[in-house]
C-alpha cells in the first residue's frame, strides 16, 4: 500500500517521511513489509491510510495543478473526512497523523475485544433497517445503530454483538437481500465509542483547526462545513454519529459537483457513488496507471 506512490513520486515519499517522522516510528515499514496483523491494529491502520491517502491527494495535486485542476469541494468517509480536512488545510499533516492514531486507540480501548460488531445490510431501504435496529434495541436491551448510510441499498450497523445479530435477523425478515458480519476490530459509530469520543474531543481541544479553503462534507450532518468549530464538532460527533455518506453526496451534488476523485487505496467509494447516483463521474488514484487515467480524463485526452 502506498509503495509504488513513494518510489515515482518525491511529494508522496516526503509525506510517508513526515508521517513516520510525527509517529516517531516507521509506520510505512509496516505497510510495506507488514507483518499484517501490526497493520490490522486501528491504531496503525488509520494513520496508515490517512497518510496514503494524503500522497494520493498530494500527488493528484502536483500533477493536476499544472493543467489547472484543483477541487472545489473535499469529502471523506469516516477516518477519510480526516484526510479531507488535511487536503482542505483544517489540520496540518502530522496533527492529523498523531490524532488519528490516538482516535484509533481510543477507539480499540473503547469496547471490550470480541463485545461489539458491525454488519452491512444490503438491499433494505434505510428507515427498515432502522426500525430493525430499534426493535433490536426493544428486545436484547442493547446497542445497536445504522453507522453507515452507504448508498440507498447498502447500510451498517454497528452495536453489541447480541444486538447486531437480532437486528441483523429482523432485517432479513423485512426483506433484505444479506446481511452480512463485518471483520472489524470495534463497533465504530455508536454510542458504544462514547470513551472514544471523549478521547478525540480532547485531542482536537489541543492541536491548532483552521477555517477549511474549501467546503468540507461532514459525515455527521450530511452538509458542509466551512469554518474551524463546524469542522471540529463534526469530526468530534463522528466517532459515535451514523456516516451520512448518501447525504455528503447530495450536499455536493447540490453545491454543484460535477466529478468526483477518490484518493487512496481502493476504489470503495467510487463504487458507493455509482449506487447513489450512476450518471455522476467517478475517478480514482492509488497509483501511477490511475494518476495517468485520471488527468486523462480530466483533460480530455482520454
Same mark, same amino acid.
Given at each position: 500500500?502506498?509503495?509504488?506512490?513513494?518510489?515515482?513520486?518525491?511529494?508522496?515519499?516526503?509525506?510517508?517521511?513526515?508521517?513516520?517522522?510525527?509517529?516517531?516510528?516507521?509506520?510505512?515499514?509496516?505497510?510495506?513489509?507488514?507483518?499484517?496483523?501490526?497493520?490490522?491494529?486501528?491504531?496503525?491502520?488509520?494513520?496508515?491510510?490517512?497518510?496514503?491517502?494524503?500522497?494520493?491527494?498530494?500527488?493528484?495535486?502536483?500533477?493536476?495543478?499544472?493543467?489547472?485542476?484543483? !477541487?472545489?469541494?473535499?469529502?471523506?468517509?469516516?477516518?477519510?473526512?480526516?484526510?479531507?480536512?488535511?487536503?482542505?488545510?483544517?489540520?496540518?499533516?502530522?496533527?492529523?497523523?498523531?490524532?488519528?492514531?490516538?482516535?484509533?486507540?481510543?477507539?480499540?480501548?473503547?469496547? !471490550?475485544?470480541?463485545?461489539?460488531?458491525?454488519?452491512?445490510?444490503?438491499?433494505?431501504?434505510?428507515?427498515?433497517?432502522?426500525?430493525?435496529?430499534?426493535?433490536?434495541?426493544?428486545?436484547?436491551?442493547?446497542?445497536?445503530?445504522?453507522?453507515?448510510?452507504?448508498?440507498?441499498?447498502?447500510?451498517?450497523?454497528?452495536?453489541?454483538?447480541?444486538?447486531?445479530?437480532?437486528?441483523?435477523?429482523?432485517?432479513?425478515?423485512?426483506?433484505?437481500?444479506?446481511?452480512?458480519?463485518? !471483520?472489524?476490530?470495534?463497533?465504530?459509530?455508536?454510542?458504544?465509542?462514547? !470513551?472514544?469520543?471523549?478521547?478525540?474531543?480532547?485531542?482536537?481541544?489541543?492541536?491548532?483547526?483552521?477555517?477549511?479553503?474549501?467546503? +468540507?462534507?461532514?459525515? +455527521?450532518?450530511?452538509?458542509?462545513?466551512?469554518?474551524?468549530?463546524?469542522?471540529?464538532?463534526?469530526?468530534?460527533?463522528?466517532?459515535?454519529?451514523?456516516?451520512?455518506?448518501?447525504?455528503?453526496?447530495?450536499?455536493?451534488?447540490?453545491?454543484?459537483?460535477?466529478?468526483?476523485?477518490?484518493?487512496?487505496?481502493?476504489?470503495?467509494?467510487?463504487?458507493?457513488?455509482?449506487?447513489?447516483?450512476?450518471?455522476?463521474?467517478?475517478?480514482?488514484?492509488?497509483?501511477?496507471?490511475?494518476?495517468?487515467?485520471?488527468?486523462?480524463?480530466?483533460?480530455?485526452?482520454?
Amino acid at each position: 500500500m502506498g509503495r509504488e506512490l513513494a518510489e515515482r513520486f518525491p511529494v508522496a515519499k516526503q509525506t510517508l517521511a513526515e508521517a513516520d517522522e510525527a509517529l516517531g516510528f516507521a509506520l510505512s515499514r509496516i505497510y510495506f513489509e507488514g507483518p499484517e496483523d501490526e497493520l490490522k491494529l486501528t491504531e496503525n491502520t488509520q494513520p496508515a491510510i490517512l497518510t496514503v491517502s494524503v500522497a494520493a491527494a498530494r500527488v493528484l495535486a502536483e500533477h493536476g495543478l499544472e493543467q489547472g485542476i484543483v !477541487p472545489a469541494f473535499a469529502a471523506g468517509h469516516s477516518l477519510g473526512e480526516w484526510s479531507a480536512h488535511v487536503i482542505a488545510g483544517t489540520l496540518g499533516f502530522a496533527d492529523a497523523v498523531r490524532a488519528v492514531k490516538a482516535r484509533g486507540r481510543a477507539m480499540q480501548q473503547a469496547v !471490550p475485544a470480541g463485545a461489539g460488531a458491525m454488519a452491512a445490510v444490503l438491499a433494505l431501504d434505510a428507515a427498515q433497517v432502522a426500525e430493525a435496529c430499534a426493535e433490536a434495541v426493544q428486545e436484547t436491551g442493547l446497542v445497536v445503530q445504522a453507522a453507515n448510510l452507504n448508498s440507498p441499498s447498502q447500510t451498517v450497523i454497528s452495536g453489541a454483538v447480541a444486538a447486531v445479530e437480532k437486528a441483523s435477523a429482523l432485517c432479513k425478515a423485512k426483506g433484505a437481500r444479506r446481511a452480512v458480519m463485518l !471483520p472489524v476490530s470495534a463497533p465504530f459509530h455508536c454510542t458504544l465509542m462514547r !470513551p472514544a469520543q471523549e478521547e478525540v474531543a480532547r485531542v482536537l481541544g489541543s492541536i491548532t483547526v483552521n477555517d477549511p479553503r474549501i467546503p +468540507v462534507a461532514a459525515n +455527521v450532518t450530511g452538509s458542509m462545513v466551512t469554518t474551524a468549530d463546524a469542522a471540529r464538532d463534526a469530526l468530534i460527533r463522528q466517532v459515535t454519529g451514523a456516516v451520512r455518506w448518501v447525504d455528503c453526496v447530495q450536499s455536493l451534488k447540490d453545491a454543484g459537483a460535477e466529478i468526483y476523485i477518490e484518493a487512496g487505496p481502493g476504489k470503495v467509494l467510487c463504487g458507493l457513488l455509482k449506487q447513489i447516483d450512476p450518471a455522476l463521474k467517478a475517478l480514482n488514484v492509488e497509483d501511477a496507471a490511475s494518476l495517468e487515467k485520471t488527468l486523462a480524463e480530466l483533460t480530455g485526452s482520454a
